[in-house]
């Protein structure tokens, strides 16, 4: 591939925008697509208390297989486009400035991000899968990252050799300077093009230190292939820990929709423990409105409830935790007990608590 100056600040402008644009895009497509609605829109909205008999007609089903399928390959393809976006931008960049070990924590922090995304809507579940798709982000944003720097190196070469602004704009001059590039390649490395500047990059060796100190230090071959092998492992690991993180967090075993973490239904006072574990015993969640208020005061039972605030077809669990300050005023928690409750059980309970948004 050969591009001129003109070329070159037309894509950087381009991918500068479209950039953008996927980071507002991907996310809502990745939603529509998984039929789910964003984190975001989840974490605002409180969970609406159903009865028995009002329960909706048409809950969310659980994604088919095609559907499931369809999704990982949008998302797939989606996770490459992101990587080949994040890669050159970081390129164009490191231009500029570069700082060792850093960059690449951004990219793989970037490459997280996706592969955070792509877990929570295309459902991954196993191990292969985030393996398969971490890899794939990291070869896209790492191999996007160097080739940029490729085509930066032809247009540097372009600009010596050809000094005015006509000449480097001119197609055969274009050709000129390629072939020429790819001749030197070849009698250097015995490779022409990408792979030949690869190993041209390695054989000069990754110079290091400009940024803190007046002296420079040379890694030479060896230690280059090894400092290109670290920033690309600094990636993938950073890119595999999200996405581990993403995916054990608990679902719903019907719907398969994410839980969005614990929500505070209230608490009361610690001189009604007995009170309280007996009604949780009892089921008597009627009695549970009465007793719990929104913000009692510490020292005190609080309830927080986990479950699928989407279809309410799965089991949920209901939580009550001491609690208390200590001797510097800080709050601390301890587990009470731990209570399972059914599909019908949630829905009773949710009519007479409401979520307080902690």
Same mark, same amino acid.
């Given at each position: 591939m050969w591009i001129n100056m003109n *070329? &070159?600040? =037309?894509i950087i402008t381009v991918a500068s925008i479209v950039g953008v644009l996927l980071g507002r895009i991907i996310p809502w497509l990745a939603a529509r697509i998984g039929k789910v609605r964003p984190a975001e829109t989840q974490a605002n909205n409180q969970v609406e208390a159903r009865t028995i008999s009002k329960e909706p007609?048409?809950?969310?089903q659980p994604v088919g297989s095609r559907r499931s399928v369809a999704t990982l390959v949008i998302m797939t393809l989606l996770v490459v486009v992101w990587g080949l976006m994040v890669g050159f931008a970081v390129s164009v960049f490191s231009h500029l400035l570069y700082i060792v070990f850093l960059f690449p924590l951004v990219m793989g922090i970037n490459s997280g991000k996706m592969?955070? /995304?792509?877990?929570q809507k295309a459902k991954i579940r196993t191990a292969s899968q985030l393996i398969f798709l971490s890899i794939l982000s990291a070869v896209a944003i790492y191999g996007t990252f160097h080739y940029t720097k490729y085509i930066g190196f032809q247009v540097k070469a372009l600009v010596e050799i050809f000094s005015g602004l006509d000449e480097t704009t001119e197609e055969e001059n274009l050709q000129v &300077? !390629? +072939?020429? =590039?790819?001749? +030197? =390649? *070849?009698?250097e490395t015995g490779h022409s093009g990408f792979l030949g500047y690869i190993l041209y990059e390695a054989q000069q060796g990754v110079t290091i230190g400009r940024l803190f100190r007046s002296t420079t230090f040379n890694l030479g071959p060896a230690l280059t292939w090894l400092y290109w092998l670290m920033e690309f492992g600094i990636i993938l690991g950073v890119t595999i820990q999200k996405g581990? !993180? +993403? @995916? /054990? @967090?608990s679902s719903c075993e019907a719907c398969g929709n994410?839980?969005?973490? *614990?929500k505070h239904l209230g608490g009361t006072a610690s001189t009604n423990e007995t009170i309280l574990l007996e009604m949780l015993k009892q089921k008597d969640f009627t009695g549970l409105g009465t007793l719990i208020q929104k913000n009692a005061e510490v020292p005190s039972l609080e309830l927080y409830f986990q479950g699928c605030q989407v279809c309410g !077809?799965?089991?949920?669990?209901l939580v009550v935790r001491r609690t208390f300050q200590s001797a510097k005023g800080n709050l601390q928690f301890t587990d009470a007990t731990q209570t399972i409750l059914q599909p019908n059980e949630s829905v009773l309970l949710l009519n007479q608590l409401s979520f307080s948004g902690d």
């Open positions: *070329e &070159t600040i =037309l007609s048409l809950l969310p592969i955070v /995304n792509v877990v &300077t !390629k +072939a020429f =590039l790819d001749y +030197a =390649l *070849e009698e581990r !993180k +993403a @995916m /054990n @967090m994410w839980h969005s973490g *614990e !077809k799965s089991q949920s669990q």
